[in-house]
C-alpha cells in the first residue's frame, strides 16, 4: 500500500525514466558513428567486470521504437537519455554524421509521437577518442570542442526539445576516469584530475549559455551526482574528514557554477588555480533553470591518514551490517531528503529535479515475470522522502527512475540490473518487473 499518491507531488511534477546513450544502444560503429572513450576502453583486458562490452548493450539503437513504446505503456510522461557525440561528431570536432543526427531525430520524433517528452543530456561520458588522444578534459580546447557539438544538438534539435541537461555527474567522470583510473579513459593522478575539473566546469557552464542564446523557451539543466554524508564518529578528526569528502562528492562542481567558487577546505584543489585564465571566474558561472541532483546512498567517512590528498576513507556498507543493493550501496532513503534539503540551502538555485534514482537488486525470471519487491521497496520509500522535503517547502520538481530498461553499467558490465524492464542480454527480450507495473499503476492515477 502506498503511502503517498501522484497528485500530492502536484501537477506540475516531472515524473520520468532516465537512460544514457553508451549503456543502451550498441551499434558502436555503426553508420559512420565514431569511436569514444568507453568504446575504446572496453576493449582494454581487466577494466570491465567480466570482460563485457557494450557493442551491442541494450541494441536501442534498432528497438528504439519498442522501448518507447513501454515507456507511454508504463505511463511515464518524460524520457530522459543522452546524446553520443560521436555519432554527431565521429571525430569529436570537424566533420557532421548527419546519419547521427537523423537518427536522433527518429528517436525524438518517435517519443513526441508516443506523447512522451524527451530529456536531453548532451554529455553523459563518452567523449570522442580522437580528443582523448589530444588530451580530453585535460586540455583546455575541450571546451570549445564541446561549444561546437553543444551548438550542433541545439541547432538540430531545439525546435522539438525543451528539455536540455548539459552534463552528467561531472565528479564522477573527472573522479572515475581522471583520478582514479576506473572508468574511461583511465588516466590516474592529480594532475590529470585537478584540470579535467576546471575543464568541465567551464564547459558545463559554456553549454548551459550556448542554449540559453539560442533556445529562448527551452529549460536548460545539468545534473550532480551526489550522497549523503555522515562522519564516523564525533571525533574532531572524522568530522573534519566527513568535509573533505563533502566538498570532493558534493560541492565541486554545483559551487563554482552558482559563482561561490571551488571548495577551498581541500588542500589538494588549491592547485585549481593554475588552469585559471584571466576572465575564468565569471566564466564558471553560469545560471541554470533546474538542477538535476542523482542520489542512490549515504556515505559514512572516517579519517584516515593513509589516504593521500584528502584524508579520508568511506566506511564500507558492507562492513556496516545495512541492507545493501547489488552494487553494495546502503539502502538508506532519508539520504535524498537531507540531498534536496542541502542543496535547497543554496539560496539561487532555482529548482531541483531528481533526475536519476534507483536500485540494482538480481532479478529471475520466473513464468515471464520478474518479482522485484526491494526495487519497488527502494523507490516507494525514496519518492516518501522526496516527497516529505518538498511538503516543507523544498524546491523539487521531478522524479526520474534509473533506469528503463537493465543495460551496461560501465565497470560492473551486465551484473547490476537497475531496470523497470528486464532485458534478457541473450534474446534481448523485455520483460517488465513488478516494480515497472507498479509505477505505471502510480503514474496511471487520475
Ligand atoms: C549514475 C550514472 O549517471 C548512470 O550512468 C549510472 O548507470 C547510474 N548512476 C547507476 O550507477
Redesign the pocket.
Known amino acids: 500500500m502506498n503511502k503517498f499518491k501522484k497528485i500530492d507531488f502536484g501537477e506540475e511534477f516531472h515524473w520520468g525514466v532516465s537512460a ?1 546513450a553508451f ?1 543502451t544502444e550498441g551499434a558502436c560503429y555503426k553508420d559512420g558513428k565514431g569511436q569514444s572513450i568507453w568504446d575504446e576502453f572496453t576493449t582494454r583486458k581487466g577494466k570491465i567486470l567480466n570482460g563485457e562490452t557494450a557493442l551491442t548493450a541494450c541494441d536501442f539503437y534498432h528497438r528504439y521504437q519498442e522501448d518507447i513504446d513501454i515507456v507511454k505503456q508504463l505511463n511515464i510522461p518524460n524520457f530522459r537519455f543522452s546524446i553520443s557525440w560521436t555519432r554527431i561528431l565521429p571525430e569529436g570536432t570537424g566533420e557532421v554524421n548527419q546519419a547521427g543526427i537523423d537518427y536522433y531525430n527518429k528517436v525524438i520524433d518517435y517519443c513526441l509521437q508516443q506523447g512522451v517528452e524527451p530529456w536531453l543530456t548532451l554529455y ?1 561520458w563518452d567523449l570522442p577518442y580522437a580528443l582523448e588522444l589530444k588530451g580530453g578534459w585535460t586540455n583546455r580546447e575541450v571546451v570549445n570542442w564541446f561549444g561546437e557539438f553543444v551548438n550542433i544538438c541545439a541547432d538540430s534539435f531545439g525546435d522539438r526539445v525543451k528539455y536540455w541537461m548539459v552534463m ?2 561531472p565528479s564522477v567522470f573527472t573522479g572515475a576516469g581522471y583520478f582514479l583510473g576506473i572508468h574511461a579513459p583511465g588516466r590516474t593522478g592529480l594532475k590529470n584530475f585537478i584540470p579535467a575539473i576546471h575543464h568541465a566546469v567551464l564547459a558545463m557552464a559554456t553549454g548551459g549559455r550556448i542554449l540559453k542564446q539560442k533556445l529562448l523557451d527551452a529549460e536548460i539543466g545539468t545534473t550532480f ?1 551526489c550522497s549523503h554524508i555522515e562522519p564516523h564518529t564525533q571525533r574532531h578528526k572524522d568530522i573534519a574528514a566527513a568535509k573533505r569528502a563533502d566538498a570532493l562528492i558534493n560541492r565541486l562542481f554545483i559551487e563554482p557554477i552558482l559563482g561561490l567558487g571551488y571548495p577551498d577546505n581541500v588542500p589538494a584543489l588549491k592547485k585549481i588555480k593554475n588552469y585559471f585564465q584571466a576572465g575564468d571566474e565569471e566564466a564558471i558561472k553560469f545560471d541554470f533553470d533546474f538542477i538535476g541532483l ?1 542520489n542512490y546512498t549515504r556515505e559514512i567517512v572516517q579519517y584516515s591518514f593513509f589516504t593521500p590528498y584528502i584524508g579520508a576513507r568511506l566506511v564500507k556498507a558492507k562492513d556496516r551490517n545495512v541492507p545493501l543493493t547489488d ?1 553494495g550501496w546502503e539502502v538508506h532513503p532519508p539520504s535524498i531528503y537531507y540531498i534536496i534539503k542541502k542543496y535547497s540551502a543554496y539560496s539561487n538555485i532555482k529548482k531541483i529535479l531528481i533526475t ?1 534514482n534507483g536500485a540494482a537488486f538480481p532479478d529471475k525470471i520466473e513464468q515471464n515475470e520478474v518479482d522485484d519487491p526491494k526495487r519497488l521497496a527502494y523507490i516507494h520509500d525514496m519518492l516518501e522522502q522526496v516527497l516529505k522535503a518538498k511538503n516543507e517547502g523544498c524546491n523539487v520538481q521531478g522524479y526520474f527512475v ?1 533506469t528503463l530498461t537493465d543495460n551496461f ?2 565497470a560492473e558490465g551486465y551484473h547490476p540490473r ?1 531496470g523497470l524492464v528486464h532485458v534478457d542480454f541473450d534474446t534481448l527480450k523485455r520483460t517488465i518487473k513488478n516494480s515497472g507495473h507498479w509505477y505505471r499503476e502510480l503514474l496511471g492515477e487520475q
Open positions: 544514457a549503456q553523459h552528467n555527474e551526482s542523482q552494487m536519476e534509473w553499467e560501465w537497475f
